[in-house]
């Protein structure tokens, strides 16, 4: 009768034993999401399952979790220039988490801030004695951040202007340091202050495809681990030359998306094969085809568009993972505007 006045009780999921105002809901779905997970192959450690399962990932995000716990990135933020920022979906995040190693009373940092849920995650697994430091280079993004973390005394948010310059007053030498973002390479501030034993983890490559890259420092040497093919978007979108894409291009990427639904296992037969014929209709375009945007063709006119406006259908379902997959041109498309389209215009291949 005491726990119930006091609204407080201890729960055990899955082994884990932590207390709570009431059941919520969004821990019986984490909790579900991660079983399910665990039965997929996804490996879940034990201090990851803990901090998931206590951090309320509704509280960094005001957007519908729902595509969250389907293991889909949710957005958090869509700033001033148009861009959508997103939460990771949680195989990746727990993939990340992995990676980093991390244990009680280390110093973590952490360049991207992903809403701030992971690293209000981070900050539960490295606890009280521990410390995250958040570096972000849009303003907007801080601000968020440093919104949804204010109670949380162990995690630092700073702006940082340029990727490639170290910020002043910053801690001298990291043990563990997460980039969240495509990457082209690891800044050289970063990679010097490295101690030996930390590492760096970061997806490196172009806008289409990194490699999640693990460089690690042992006895002065460089040691580079590659955990295998992601596709992030950049951590400075707002930055980046946001040059339209070519059809080809555009159906590169969407072949490119098609690969990773399959590996996850979330594109059924009539998706695929609708998709598939999205890709030949984009490859038959015509080489001088301007890119959207471009060459005096209203947007809702341009061939690109209109083969994406016909084929939406087939892929609404899909559109929040592959928004986070391709372009950052192709992130801003709002599908919930397609229906502007008339049903029975003609399509002009």
Not at 43 to 71: G, S
Not at 122 to 128: N, P, S
Not at 134 to 163: F, G, Q
Request: one cysteine or more; hydrophobic letters at 40%; charged letters at 25%.
């Amino acid at each position: 009768m005491r726990l119930l006045k006091r609204n407080l009780r201890q729960c055990q999921i899955d082994g884990i034993i932590y207390k709570t105002r009431g059941y919520s809901l969004a821990m019986t779905r984490t909790a579900d999401l991660l079983r399910r997970l665990s039965k997929e192959g996804v490996l879940v450690p034990l201090e990851v399952k803990k901090a998931m399962l206590n951090v309320d990932l509704e509280d960094f995000t005001d957007y519908d979790v729902a595509p969250f716990f389907a293991d889909r990135p949710v957005p958090y933020i869509e700033s001033t220039s148009g861009n959508i920022k997103t939460i990771s979906a949680p195989h990746m995040i727990i993939t990340l988490l992995h990676h980093m190693e991390l244990s009680k009373g280390q110093e973590v940092i952490v360049v991207g801030c992903k809403g701030g849920y992971l690293a209000a995650l981070i900050a539960q697994i490295v606890g009280e004695n521990g410390r995250v430091n958040v570096l972000d280079p849009s303003l907007e993004v801080v601000n968020h951040a440093k919104e949804r973390l204010s109670h949380w005394p162990t995690v630092d948010i700073r702006n940082i202007e340029d990727l490639d310059i170290a910020p002043v007053a910053f801690p001298g030498e990291f043990n563990r340091v997460i980039m969240t973002g495509q990457i082209e390479a690891v800044p050289k501030w970063i990679k010097s202050r490295i101690e030996d034993g930390g590492f760096v983890i970061a997806p490196i490559g172009d806008r289409n495809s990194q490699h999640l890259m693990k460089i690690e420092l042992q006895d002065d040497i460089e040691l580079e681990t590659d955990l295998g093919n992601v596709c992030f978007g950049p951590i400075d979108v707002d930055s980046t030359n946001n040059n339209h894409l070519h059809p080809k291009e555009l159906a590169d990427l969407i072949e490119l998306s098609i690969e990773t639904c399959e590996e996850l296992e979330i594109i059924d037969s009539d998706e695929l094969n609708s998709l598939q014929d999205l890709v030949a209709k984009l490859n038959n375009l015509p080489d001088d085809t301007p890119p959207i945007g471009e060459g005096g063709i209203p947007v809702s006119e341009h061939p690109m568009v209109k083969l994406l406006w016909h084929y939406s259908p087939s892929f609404l379902r899909l559109w929040p993972i592959i928004q986070v997959m391709l372009h950052p041109m192709i992130t801003n498309f709002d599908l919930s505007k397609w229906n502007e389209f008339s049903d029975d215009e003609e399509i002009d291949w």
